[in-house]
C-alpha cells in the first residue's frame, strides 16, 4: 500500500519510517486542525491507528468528530494549567492562536478575529484522562502557533513518555526558529534532538535512541511516497470516471428505451400505412362503385326524361322500356324480317342512325340477349359493333346492318 502524505511538510512521511513497524499505534496530536488538510494523523488513521486530537476551533474540531469516530476528538486549548483561556479565532486557516502577541501580528497583517473562551488544561491531564492505562504513546505533535513551550512545561515527563516529539520551531508564518524558548524541557526529560526540516523539530525518548537512525536523511524517494493532494486528484479523476460511467450507463439505458420506442413507433406506422393502403384501395373500391352508380343513375335519368318527354304516338307504340309493342312491330317487319318501307324510314335516319326511341331498346339487356341480335354499329350509338361473320346474323340483323353500312358510306361523299 503506497503511503499518501497529507502532512505540510512531509512529518507524516518521517514519523512512519521511524514507526512502520507497529501496528495499530496511538498518538497524540496537540493543534490537529484539520482532519485532511495538512494533516500529521490522517495517514496512520487510514492504516488502522487511532489516538487523542486536540482543537480548540470549533468548526475544525466538529470535522474532526465527524471524520475521525475512533479517535478521541476534544475542543480545549494545552496549556500549562487548567483553567479557561482566551482563544483568537482566524476562520479558515491554522493561525488560530492563544498567544495575544502573535494574534496581534495577524491583525496588523490584516487577518480578522474572533476572540473565544475555551477550557484549558495541561497535557498531563489530559493524558490522564483520556490515554488508556498502559497505552503506549507512539508519538506526540504539538502545533499551537507560538504556546509550544506552555504546552511542554504542563506534561509529566516522567509518567508519560512518547517515544517521538515533534514540536513546530517557528514564529507563524516566518522562519524565526523558537526551539531555544523550551527545547530544555524536552533534554531534561531524557529527550535527544534527531532532526530538523525546516519547521519542526524532531526528538526522540533515551530508551528508543535507536529510531533516531531513521532520521539521518530528509523525505526522499526510498519512502514510497506520493503526495495527498495527488492523492486527492487521483480520486477525484476517479470520482469523476465513476460519475461518467453512471452517466454512460443511463445515456446506454436511455439509447435502448429510445431504440425500444422507435422500434414501437415504426411497428405503429408499419401499421398505420397498412391500414392506409387498405383505406386507400376501399376508396378505389368505393370510387368504381360510384362510378358505376352515377353512371347507372345517368342512364335512368336519360331513361325517365325520355319518358317524360316522348311523343303520345311513341307511348301508344313502344313499352317503356323501348321495344315495340307486338302489334306494331309485326306491322313494322314483314314475314321474311326486312323492314317494310314506311317504318324503316321511320325507326332510321337519313344517315342510318336509328332513332332514340329504337336506339333505347336496342341498348337493352333485353335486346342484347335476343338470340343472334346484335346491336347497330352507327357512329355515336355508344353500343358495340355487329360480329363480322355474316352466318351468326339473323336475316333481319342483316338487313339493318346493310342499311346502315350504306348510310355510313353514302354520308361522306354527300
Known sequence: MTFISYAQNFEDVMIWRALKHVEHGFYIDVGAFSPDLDSVTRAFSERGWHGLNI????????????????????????SDFDGEIELSVIEESGLT?????????????????????????TLARLWDEHVPAGQVVHFLKIDVEGHEAAVLRGADWSRHRPWIVVVEATRPNTQISTHAEWEETLIQAGYAFVYWDGLNRYYVAGEHRALADCFDAPPNVFDGFILG???MEIEKVERLSGEVAELREALDQLAARWANRQAGLERRLDEAAGRLARLSDERTELRRALDEISGEARRTSRHVDYLIRRSILERLLFRASGKPKKTFRRL???????????FRRWVLRRDGQPRSFFRMWMASPGYQ???????????????????????????????????????????PEA
Do not use: C
Request: no cysteine; hydrophobic share 40%; net charge positive.
Open 369 to 411: 340477349a335476343l338470340p343472334k341480335a346484335v346491336a347497330f354499329p352507327g357512329a355515336g350509338t355508344g353500343l358495340e359493333s355487329a360480329p363480322s361473320a355474316p352466318a351468326e346474323l339473323s336475316p333481319r340483323a342483316r338487313y339493318f346492318q346493310k342499311r346502315l353500312d350504306a348510310s355510313q358510306t353514302r354520308r
Open 332 to 342: 313494322m317487319f314483314h314475314n321474311s324480317g326486312k323492314p317494310r318501307g314506311l
Open 229 to 231: 493532494a495527488r492523492q
Open 97 to 121: 492562536t492563544v498567544d495575544s502577541s502573535i494574534a496581534k501580528g495577524h491583525v496588523d497583517a490584516g487577518w480578522a478575529l474572533n476572540p473565544i473562551k475555551v477550557p484549558a488544561r
Open 55 to 78: 482543537e480548540p476551533n470549533p468548526h475544525y474540531l466538529a470535522e474532526l468528530v465527524a471524520a475521525r469516530p475512533r479517535d478521541i476528538n476534544l475542543g480545549v486549548a494545552v
